[in-house]
């Protein structure tokens, strides 16, 4: 059974750090891409950062670019995103999803998300 | 970057009834590739259909995607009372970033 579970979130004042974690099992970690998606409360979903299998690729939604830091351990089945320069306005539930391709062209991407973690809860405030 | 427009924001419906939910992307998604989930709440997004219309593993066939180019489509033939929730669209046939549509809630009438 696939497995996705997160840890790190909290309380953080703006400005401030936090490295969220996602334990995976279940599944050959090393074979996919992975994704963190937040929920800000009462809102929908956004897609923040991806990562290649052996982490030779990352890609990240504007927003978060240069503030945040997706990596992953195929050693220790895990998935983290270190979170800098935090703002109210990144408050989430951060989610870690595994990732599925699609083909165009010759390439693959990383498109849809087949499996979720339960997610944990970040909020930036003073 | 594809902007996913949902349509309605809330359809309130009784179970057995039929529910048709609508996406609309700004631009065309390239070769179908869109995705629908469902979302309870407290609980994270599962995954009902991919490639518009690939039901994802355990789905049940109640629930249906159509559509192409800039208009897709998720239904629900006959509702059950765990249907009820809040239904996403996420397009990524397009350049980064992957996005999603603002969501649907199906509610009890």
């Known amino acids: 059974e696939v497995q996705l579970v997160e840890s790190g979130g909290g309380l953080v004042q703006p400005g401030g750090s936090l490295r969220l974690s996602c334990a995976a099992s279940?599944?050959?970690?090393?074979?996919?891409?992975m994704s963190w998606v937040r929920q800000a409360p009462g809102k929908g979903l956004e897609w923040v950062a991806n990562?290649?299998?052996?982490?030779?690729?990352?890609y990240y939604v504007d927003s978060v670019k240069g503030r945040f830091t997706i990596s992953r351990d195929n050693a220790k089945n895990s998935l983290y995103l270190q979170m800098n320069s935090l703002r109210a306005e990144d408050t989430a539930v951060y989610y870690c999803?595994?990732?599925?391709?699609?083909?165009?062209?010759?390439?693959?991407?990383?498109?849809?998300?087949?499996?979720w973690g339960q997610g944990t809860l970040v909020t930036v405030s003073s | 970057e594809i902007v996913l427009t949902q349509s309605p924001g809330t359809l309130s419906l009784s179970p057995g009834e039929r529910a048709t939910l609508s996406c609309r992307a700004s631009?065309?998604?390239?070769?179908?590739?869109l995705a629908w989930y469902q979302q309870k709440p407290g609980q994270a997004p599962r995954l009902l259909i991919y490639?518009?219309?690939s039901r994802a593993t355990g789905i049940p066939d109640r629930f249906s995607g159509s559509g192409s180019g800039t208009d897709f489509t998720l239904t629900i033939s006959r509702l059950e009372p765990e249907d009820f929730a809040v239904y996403y669209c996420?397009?990524?046939?397009?350049?980064?970033?992957?996005?999603f549509g603002g969501g649907t809630k199906v509610e009890i009438k």
């Open positions: 999803a595994r990732s599925r391709l699609y083909c165009s062209g010759g390439s693959c991407y990383p498109g849809y998300f087949d499996y």
């Open positions: 279940g599944f050959t970690f090393s074979s996919y891409w």
């Open positions: 990562i290649k299998q052996d982490g030779s690729e990352k």
């Open positions: 631009q065309s998604v390239s070769s179908s590739y």
């Open positions: 490639g518009a219309s």
């Open positions: 996420q397009q990524y046939g397009s350049s980064l970033p992957l996005t």
